[in-house]
């Protein structure tokens, strides 16, 4: 049986980065269970997806912010 996560939509940008530090730390160490190697990797690849568009978004609207100043 594959671990189950919580969905990433419902996740802060500093949730999804928590977890991604787990994942990594996990993957690291002596316990990773390879069996659940695979889901692993694909939820820390979601993760980075999902962190990766928020940054995008928020420099934008940064972007957009701080052009309506000038």
Do not use: G, W
């Amino acid at each position: 049986m594959e671990p189950s996560f919580p969905p990433i939509e419902n996740l802060s940008y500093a949730q999804s980065v928590a977890e991604l530090e787990s994942i990594v730390r996990m993957m690291q160490s002596d316990k990773c269970d390879i069996d659940h190697l695979a889901a692993y990797t694909r939820r820390a690849t979601d993760l980075l997806k999902q962190c990766r568009a928020r940054l995008t978004a928020t420099e934008e609207q940064l972007r957009t912010t701080l052009e309506s100043l000038q």
